[in-house]
């Protein structure tokens, strides 16, 4: 019997140890809602200088830089970028474009149109133009996106011959 | 070059070994033994046999019996060594020309085996107590009791070891870098084994059926072995041949149990795995022969994910004189299997992305290796290593239209041990190696390299051993810039007593890139990757200290404490233009410590077996944990003998990964992660059980033994988006004709 103890109890602790189940599979989707609204344009800038133009929503104000947040993936980018060689781009020499895009829920804190104005993929980008309900160009308006809901009216206006500071390092 | 004249080269470097065997006749005798147990007068099967001064070693046949034939007259010994029992050394053995020597040892039941004999750490045999660095063993009885059916499987149980999918992970020196070779150097029969395009582990290529035992070094050994040898060196010993003639059959078949949860049952099917190997080996005159064939089926618990396999190994040894041996291998595996390289989500975990479906992996790798033996005097021994070693592969996966790749690796080492006086041993020996490959990923390449290496051990007094070497690689491929590297090595053991040792050591590592990471081209999940030219080899530099003592008769401790720094580590990234590439960007230190405690009770009718690994793995570059390196390591197994029965259980723990690669499972450009819920991940707590039967003592020569693993059904991922297998119950069957 006292032969057997070692190996029952070291069962038992290993029982006890790998009670619980590890991973199991989630029971909700991540919650996801949509945001609406109209970017209008003036001033376009010069067409080399415009490599890409999208629509990018972060997290936190102000992001620590581009890089590290996309590949952290804490960005929303619209149009969506299926691989980094996407060209597909907010429309050019428009005076206004509307959109209508799904975002997961929750507060962003930085909603901004940004130009890629350089050759460098994920280096040469700037804000050109941010959600700003105050419209005091200096701290942007966060927004909060509620699952299965649609936000409107998240309009921003692009002036590229005054651009919204940036906080982008 | 093209095949034909690396195969020529090939065939060269064998011819040269078979020429350098001299054939020396002398009038001889014979030896005939019987080794039994002190305790029951019980014959002993399988104990090693060796004959000192010579390289005919042997082991007991199921009646205890070993034989020597062809032996010059002489005086000699006998050194009989066996788990469970003391190691015994019989002296003044006199063999006379034409008669019969008849010997009967005894050995004494022990607990707990202190000192094995290795012969990684040093490159020849010596006690594991005389070695200065960390050494763990593991035996045949171990890798058979546990069902292994690849070496990965049975590394998982050697304390400071874990194995990422199918990478090993040496005092967490590797992480996983999917496709960027090994910092552990696997070598088989002291062989280096690695591929030459990716420089990686195919772990089942070698035929586990045929290990006597693995050796695992741990800490950078380039000092002696090379590039790769950055973390550690794996060397897997196979069986010697049977003196008298031994049919070995050996199936298994089993069965994975519903997953454990409804969303992840992805099939109403029962889904098997199964496995038939047959040996056999026999010795016809000076000749023993050793001919092995396997089969092995795996339906796979996941969708896309089965597996076959086909092995054939052929081993002959030649013993011209008592002073000479040339041992030749040939191995084949031909492998037909699919590739699941994520899941979908956690949600279908068990089932790949649909563009996935179908991706699969055919290959077929060989080996040629030889190895000669000559002890020249008694104080010089010359040994010889070749091996050809082709690996030829394909895939289908979808998005690439298929990748291929045929590699080619030569090597040739010749070695000296030379016997100065009771108190200096010299090592030292010559390497070189060519690689030639040819893929559509990595295009063609090929490259060579020399190596010079020496080792002197010296002994200032029977208790203090001091081991000082270098070794001089000059390593170049293709269009790289070639490289050269002196490492150095030093260490020390102090034995005040019989099963107590200190040690301490220091030793300098290097892996030169591979093919694959260097000139890799192609496109995976939606991004370029590009070559680079410009690596650097990856270097490390190890410190330790450690030490052993028994405890009593029942009980062994071993404890040691390391930090290794590593420097310009290969990393895949991203470029400032998006591209995936490999680069050297990382600056490493690991520090930790690791122990482990052996006990044998009531006989050794109860063994325990515990080992404990904590690490700081520190990513110097960015101030952050290393990827891919649990902190803590918990091993623990048990066995109780009952008569004919065993029951015996294992337990691994390894903590929570705290670092991935983020780019792989974060939302990525607007799109989702590449790999979805791939940072879903936990502690690992997974337990087996095991229930064996030896017929052998009803005279049928039978084993069988029931094995139950992940008995709790334990959800996790060793490796990100990669389930690991739920509860399996496999049914092994064994006997010995």
């Known amino acids: 019997m006292y032969r057997r103890a070692p190996v029952v109890s070291s069962l038992l602790i290993a029982a006890t140890l790998a009670c619980c189940e590890g991973l199991t599979p989630p029971s909700e989707p991540p919650p996801v809602g949509t945001m609406a609204g109209v970017i209008t344009y003036s001033n376009w800038d010069s067409a080399g200088a415009l490599h890409d133009l999208r629509l990018v929503g972060f997290r936190s104000f102000p992001p620590t830089n581009l890089r590290d947040e996309v590949l952290a993936g804490r960005v929303f980018i619209y149009p969506p970028l299926p691989a980094l060689t996407d060209t597909t781009h907010l429309p050019y020499y428009v005076d206004s474009t509307g959109y209508t895009a799904q975002i997961l829920a929750g507060t962003w804190q930085y909603i901004v149109v940004a130009q890629q104005f350089g050759p460098v993929r994920l280096e040469d980008w700037r804000p050109v133009g941010q959600y700003d309900l105050d419209t005091n160009l200096v701290v942007p308006s966060p927004i909060t996106i509620m699952a299965n809901e649609t936000t409107w009216n998240v309009n921003i206006h692009v002036d590229f011959a005054n651009l919204p500071p940036s906080p982008l390092r | 070059m093209n095949p034909t004249s690396v195969t020529r080269r090939a065939y060269v470097l064998l011819v040269l070994v078979l020429l350098s065997a001299a054939c020396v006749l002398a009038q001889s005798g014979t030896i005939i033994g019987r080794v039994v147990s002190k305790s029951d007068r019980e014959p002993l099967v399988g104990a090693n046999v060796l004959l000192g001064g010579t390289l005919r070693g042997t082991v007991t046949d199921a009646d205890g019996e070993f034989t020597f034939t062809g032996v010059p007259a002489g005086i000699y010994s006998i050194t009989i060594s066996l788990i469970g029992y003391e190691r015994v050394t019989r002296m003044n053995i006199r063999v006379s020309p034409a008669e019969t020597t008849n010997v009967t040892v005894d050995l004494i039941p022990s607990p707990i085996q202190t000192a094995p004999v290795v012969v990684t750490a040093s490159k020849r045999e010596q006690s594991l107590q005389e070695s200065p660095v960390s050494v763990s063993v593991m035996d045949a009885t171990s890798i058979a009791y546990r069902n292994s059916v690849t070496i990965d499987d049975a590394l998982r149980y050697i304390p400071g070891v874990n194995i990422t999918q199918d990478q090993v992970n040496v005092r967490g020196s590797s992480g996983y870098s999917r496709g960027a070779g090994s910092r552990v150097l696997i070598l088989v029969d002291g062989i280096p084994f690695i591929t030459g395009d990716t420089g990686e582990i195919n772990f089942e290529t070698i035929p586990v059926g045929q290990v006597e035992r693995i050796e695992v070094v741990k800490g950078a050994s380039s000092a002696l072995y090379g590039s790769s040898a950055l973390g550690g060196v794996i060397n897997v010993i196979t069986k010697p ?108 975990a068990l089932v790949p992305p649909a563009d996935q479906l179908g991706d699969g992996v055919q290959s077929t790798r060989f080996s040629m290796s030889s190895q000669y033996g000559h002890i020249l005097s008694e104080k010089l021994m010359l040994t ?100 050269s590297q002196l490492n150095p090595k030093l260490g020390i053991v102090y034995t005040p007593q019989p099963g107590s040792a200190v040690r301490a050591s220091f030793g ?187 017929f052998s003592t009803l005279d049928v020569p039978l084993t069988a033994s029931l094995n139950v693993n992940n008995i709790f059904q334990y959800n996790y991922v060793e490796l990100i988006g990669n389930m690991a297998p739920p509860r399996s119950v496999v049914l092994v069957l064994e006997t010995r004709l």
């Open chain 2, 384 to 483: 010889t290593r070749a091996i050809w070693f082709r690996n030829d592969w394909r895939d289908t996966i979808i998005d690439t239209l298929g990748n291929r790749s045929k590699s080619d690796v030569v090597r040739g080492e010749v070695q000296t041990t030379w016997t100065l006086d009771e108190a200096n041993i010299m090592t030292a020996g010559i390497e070189g190696n060519y690689d030639r490959v040819g893929s559509n990923i990595w295009g063609s390449h090929t490259g060579s390299g020399m190596a010079l290496y020496a080792q002197h051990e010296i002994k200032f007094i029977e208790e203090l051993r001091l081991t000082l070497g270098a070794r001089y690689d000059f390593q170049d491929l293709d269009s790289l810039s070639s490289n």
């Open chain 2, 241 to 348: 041949i049977s003196q008298t003639p031994e049919t070995h059959i050996r199936t298994y078949g089993g069965f994975y149990s519903t997953p454990s949860y409804r969303q992840w049952e992805w099939t109403s099917d029962t889904r098997y795995f199964d496995g038939l190997s047959l040996s056999h080996s026999r010795r016809i005159g000076d000749v023993g022969l050793l001919v092995h064939g396997s089969r092995k089926a795996d339906d796979g618990y996941r969708q896309n994910d089965f597996r076959r396999r086909y092995n054939g190994y052929l081993k002959v040894k030649y013993d011209p004189t008592a002073y000479s041996a040339l041992t030749g291998a040939f191995n084949i595996l031909h492998q037909k299997r699919a590739s699941f390289l994520y899941w979908k989500n956690l949600t279908e």
């Open chain 2, 508 to 694: 300098r590592g290097f892996r030169s890139p591979t093919v694959a990471e260097a000139f890799i081209s192609t496109t995976a999940g939606g991004f370029l990757i590009v070559p680079n030219p410009a690596l650097l080899p990856e270097r490390s530099y190890s410190y330790e200290v450690g030490g052993s003592q028994a405890l009593g008769e029942i009980a062994s401790l071993d404890l040691a404490f390391f930090l290794t720094d590593f420097s310009d580590l290969v990393e895949t990234g991203f470029d400032t233009l998006g591209r995936g590439v490999f680069s050297n960007v990382t600056r490493a230190r690991i520090t930790g410590l690791e122990t482990s405690l052996k006990c044998g009770l009531f006989d050794r009718a109860l063994l325990l077996d515990a080992s404990y690994m904590y690490i700081s793995p520190r990513d110097r570059t960015r101030d952050d944990v290393l990827k891919y390196r649990p902190r803590n390591l918990f091993y623990a197994s048990v066995l109780a003998r009952f008569g004919m029965f065993t029951l015996g259980s294992d337990f691994r723990h390894l903590s929570r990964i705290e670092r991935i690669d983020d780019e792989f499972v974060a939302p990525l450009l607007g799109r989702p992660p590449i790999i979805p819920d791939g940072d879903q991940r936990v502690s690992i707590y997974v337990t087996d059980l095991r229930f064996g039967a030896d």
